[in-house]
C-alpha cells in the first residue's frame, strides 16, 4: 500500500488538466493507494480569493471540492511535534544556506513534517523552489536521520499521473 500526501499545488495541477476527471476516477478506483490529506494542505486551498474563476468554476471552491472528493477521509491530524519538527527543518535549511524567510517557507516544512511524523511513502510536489529546494531536501534528510525517521519521496505531478496511467511504476 503506498500513502501520498499531495502539496498544494497537487489541486491546482489537477484542476488544470485536461485529463483531470480520468486522473480523479484513476484515484478513486486505485487499490493499494491512499491519499491523505492535512489542515495545512486544506487551510492553503480555503486562502484563494473567492472571486478567482477559471473556466467559469469558482476556482477556491473547486480545488477545496477537489480535495475533499480525493482524501475522503484520511486525514492526518496536526500535532506538536509536527510544528517542532518544521522548526527543526527550518534551523537546519538556514544552515545550510537556505535564504528563504520562516513565513514564505514554513508551510511547506510542516506538510514535509507532517508526512515525516505519519509515514506517508510520497509527497507529490511540483515546489521546486521551496519545498524541494536542495537546502531544504538536506535539512528534512538531516533531523529525520538524527530522530530516526523516513524521509517522504518525493514526486512531481507528471509521475504521479504516469504511475496512475499504467505508464510507469517508479514508485512502487
Known amino acids: 500500500m503506498k500513502r501520498l500526501l499531495p502539496d498544494t499545488n497537487f489541486y491546482g495541477l489537477l484542476a488544470m488538466d485536461s485529463e483531470r476527471l480520468k486522473v480523479v476516477g484513476s484515484i478513486k478506483t486505485s487499490r493499494g493507494l491512499v491519499i491523505y490529506g492535512f489542515k495545512i494542505i486544506r487551510d492553503e486551498l480555503r486562502d484563494i480569493p473567492k472571486k478567482i474563476k477559471i473556466e467559469g468554476r469558482n476556482l477556491r471552491i473547486d480545488l477545496l471540492n477537489l480535495h475533499d472528493e480525493i482524501i475522503g477521509r484520511h486525514t492526518l491530524e496536526f500535532a506538536d511535534t509536527i510544528q517542532k519538527r518544521a522548526d ?3 534551523k537546519a535549511y538556514r544552515e545550510f ?10 508551510k511547506d516544512f510542516l506538510i514535509v513534517s507532517c508526512a515525516s511524523l505519519n509515514n506517508p511513502d510520497i509527497v507529490v510536489s511540483n515546489d521546486e523552489k521551496s519545498m524541494l529546494a536542495e537546502n531544504a531536501v538536506r535539512a528534512y534528510n538531516l533531523v529525520n536521520s538524527v530522530i530516526g525517521k523516513k524521509t517522504p519521496q518525493f514526486i512531481s505531478y507528471e509521475k504521479f499521473k504516469n504511475f496512475l496511467g499504467g505508464k510507469s511504476n517508479e514508485f512502487l
Request: charged share 30%; no cysteine.
Open 88 to 90: 527543526d527543518y527550518y
Open 97 to 106: 544556506g537556505g535564504a528563504k524567510t520562516r513565513d514564505h517557507i514554513i
